[in-house]
């Protein structure tokens, strides 16, 4: 399997490289389709549980918006990847059945009828629970006919000010072609009354671009108040359309096709290709029409005819359009008693500030489990190594950074002090590309050499190696985790980092970034794997080897935590585990086509996924391996993209109070019996009820472990050591 150099990455050939599928459903070999639940459902059934928080009056009011503007953020995404795949295949007549045995045009019915009930769910939750709730916390969403005098003049000026000069009305004809619509933006139609000579009515659309907030802040003499735009766009039409009888003014948004990807095998330019690949997204098919229930049916068929939409996927709501949109009500000032308190991350008890990362790392490993332990000691890893003069390299991987990236510039002050400095940025990284690619530009003219990840195969892997000069020789640390290296999703995504200077792990990462920087072969690793070479291979490994001891009559367990389970062929291993009597515990956020429960292919196997103030993020796996218990963390979800398509780690965690401490973290995620929910056979999600147990939130739980950690340093007993003369003892 030898690289060959082209343009900065690496095509690999061979089974393992550049691999183009023909459709979503490459890995549907499978016994019986009873054995799966479809993946789109299952999703959707995610976003359930997601909706079902911000139904829960537990929660604080601001949070619960926040988790329903997630939801409708979800879906958003949802449609654009996988409704927008979905269509392509049916346009494209491409009628293969999924492991559920349901082909594309199918599964598109299925979703529309599950999305509209979802749909019908979040506008009950907005008009019914939580618009009346915020209005008894003095936070007001005002109607036009509900404005004092003082706010109708504000909202009269901002027109007169700003609106009438930002937004700008596009007529259309029948004979003019109809403007490109942006994604997911909001527009406004308006349907003019027919002329003098009866032709008509005359339509235009006026898209919500530019500086305008969706939210228009109001005076209020207590508490918050807001109107929203598109009503204080209803209030002024007529000012846009003089001499013009206005019938009609609604709100509605689009959500266009944005499974596109690039052929980056035959792209001469990788990132000029990337390019190409947004601009198309702009032009891409609408997927879905979101518009007001109350809108005729005349402005309804001019819409869909213009959009090329059909009913099916045209979606009349109940309320205010894009849910998501009301996020930064959740982030209020002065309502600090309506969101969840604060849980500041913690300091870890195993790593003294005064002392250098490299020379902690030296005496022992470090594991952190965010957000519930700080990343700062993994940013100031990175920041040491930058200014130390002693250190000759740095490698790192990229997948998603933050805005204004601590880690991106300390690689580039690390560059421009002279070290070797190679970043990995994944441009691919679907929605961030834009990011990725101003990163690369500006890493490359720091002097970093940037590699634009492996032709055919996205790298998702999250590592960082640098490379020291020590009195004792090189050594190499390394820091592998489950989770990006940006240090906002930090305090939001509950995942592992793992800090070494163990030189199987150093070579292992050292081999790693050679095979996918291109200069040298994919080789055998000494401790970790990786995808799409064998990280498939090896959990099938563990898991059969369960199999073999619990066949010989020793004890055998298998514990996953995971975001997704897709996956035939390790679903069927899991199967085949269940069916020897192995009792197998899943944790899965979201997507999971397992179907537990079943006597006699899966009733040892439990399911279970918890949604709470943190999103879930880290993947953990645990083998017991006849007493010698194993221990992985993992880039990767089971799914055949991860497994097929992307460059993946499998990374085992040997340092025996790391690996305590990850078997700890699983077994609490298991006790909980507030925020974890139940899989059954049928899709199902249902809650776990303990009347015997007392409550465990797990995430909860976590959060005061770290603290009860971090409190054995800080009651630490100070020890004064007094400095002797020479000579005495």
Wanted: aromatic content about 8%.
């Amino acid at each position: 399997m030898a690289p060959v150099e082209r343009s900065g990455y690496i095509r690999w050939f061979g089974e393992t490289g550049n691999r183009r599928r023909l459709s979503r459903y490459a890995d549907a070999k499978m016994a019986t389709t009873d054995h799966y639940l479809n993946r789109e459902l299952s999703w959707l059934e995610f976003n359930q549980r997601v909706l079902d928080e911000a139904r829960n009056q537990a929660v604080p009011v601001l949070e619960r918006v926040k988790f329903l503007a997630i939801t409708a953020s979800n879906l958003d995404e949802f449609f654009m990847v996988r409704v927008g795949g979905l269509h392509d295949l049916t346009r494209h007549g491409i009628s293969r059945q999924d492991p559920t045995g349901l082909d594309p045009s199918q599964q598109l019915e299925k979703i529309a009828e599950r999305s509209r009930r979802m749909l019908q769910d979040q506008y009950d939750c907005w008009n019914v629970e939580l618009e009346p709730a915020l209005a008894d916390s003095g936070i007001h969403r005002l109607r036009a006919d509900q404005l004092s005098d003082g706010q109708l003049q504000m909202i009269q000026r901002r027109v007169d000010e700003e609106l009438l000069a930002v937004l700008t009305p596009m007529a259309i004809s029948e004979e003019a072609d109809f403007p490109l619509l942006s994604n997911h933006t909001l527009h406004v139609c308006v349907k003019c009354a027919a002329d003098e000579q009866g032709s008509g009515p005359r339509y235009a659309i006026m898209p919500f671009l530019g500086p305008v907030p969706r939210l228009l802040t109001l005076p209020s003499a207590e508490g918050y108040a807001f109107l929203l735009l598109e009503e204080a766009i209803a209030m002024s039409v007529q000012r846009f359309f003089p001499g013009e009888t206005v019938e009609e003014c609604v709100a509605f948004r689009i959500v266009r096709n944005a499974d596109l990807s690039l052929r980056d095998d035959g792209a001469y330019d990788l990132l000029a290709g990337l390019e190409e690949v947004l601009d198309a997204r702009k032009q891409s098919d609408a997927v879905r029409l979101e518009i007001a229930d109350t809108t005729g049916d005349e402005l309804v068929a001019f819409l869909q005819t213009r959009l090329r939409i059909t009913d099916r996927e045209t979606y009349r709501v109940t309320g205010p359009l894009d849910l998501a949109a009301f996020m930064q009500l959740s982030r209020l000032k002065g309502f600090e008693n309506l969101q969840f308190p604060h849980w500041a991350p913690q300091p870890c008890p195993d790593i003294d500030p005064s002392v250098s990362m490299f020379e902690t790392l030296r005496g022992r490993d470090i594991l952190l489990y965010h957000p519930f332990d700080s990343f700062e000691p993994v940013a100031r890893l990175i920041d040491e190594a930058a200014d130390d003069p002693d250190v000759l390299a740095i490698k790192q991987t990229l997948y998603r950074t933050s805005s204004h990236s601590p880690v991106v510039a300390a690689l580039k002050r690390a560059a421009e002090s002279g070290k070797n400095v190679t970043a990995l940025v994944e441009v691919q990284a679907r929605f961030d590309e834009a990011r990725n690619i101003e990163w690369s530009k500006q890493l490359e003219q720091a002097r970093v050499q940037v590699i634009y990840g492996v032709k055919g195969l996205k790298t998702h892997a999250k590592m960082c190696l640098i490379v020291r000069r020590e009195p004792e020789g090189i050594r190499r640390y390394v820091h592998m985790g489950t989770g990006n290296y940006n240090e906002s999703t930090a305090r939001l995504y509950c995942d592992v980092s793992y800090m070494t200077c163990q030189e199987e792990i150093a070579a292992d990462a050292t081999a790693c970034f050679n095979a996918i920087s291109g200069y040298s072969q994919p080789q055998e690793f000494h401790r970790i794997e990786m995808a799409p070479a064998g990280l498939r291979g090896k959990l099938l490994e563990m898991i059969e080897i369960e199999i073999q001891h619990k066949r010989q009559g020793e004890h055998a367990h298998i514990v996953a935590k995971l975001n997704s389970l897709v996956d035939t062929r390790i679903i069927e291993a899991l199967y085949k585990a269940s069916q020897a009597g192995i009792v197998v515990k899943l944790n899965v956020r979201g997507i999971c086509c397992l179907r537990p429960g079943i006597v006699g292919l899966s009733e040892n196997i439990e399911v279970i996924s918890i949604v709470d103030r943190y999103l879930e993020h880290a993947r953990i796996f645990y083998f017991f391996h006849g007493g010698d218990e194993r221990v992985f963390i993992s880039s990767a979800d089971w799914m055949p993209r991860n497994l097929d398509r992307r460059i993946e780690l499998l990374i085992p965690i040997e340092h025996s109070a790391s690996k305590h401490r990850l078997i700890g973290i699983l077994d609490t995620y298991f006790q909980d019996n507030v925020k974890a929910r139940r899989l059954q056979a049928n899709g199902d999600y249902q809650p776990i009820v303990s009347h015997q147990s007392p409550p465990v939130r797990s995430q909860e739980l976590l959060f005061q472990q770290a603290c009860e950690l971090a409190a054995v340093r800080e009651f630490r007993p100070t020890v004064f050591e007094p400095h002797r003369a020479s000579g005495t003892q």
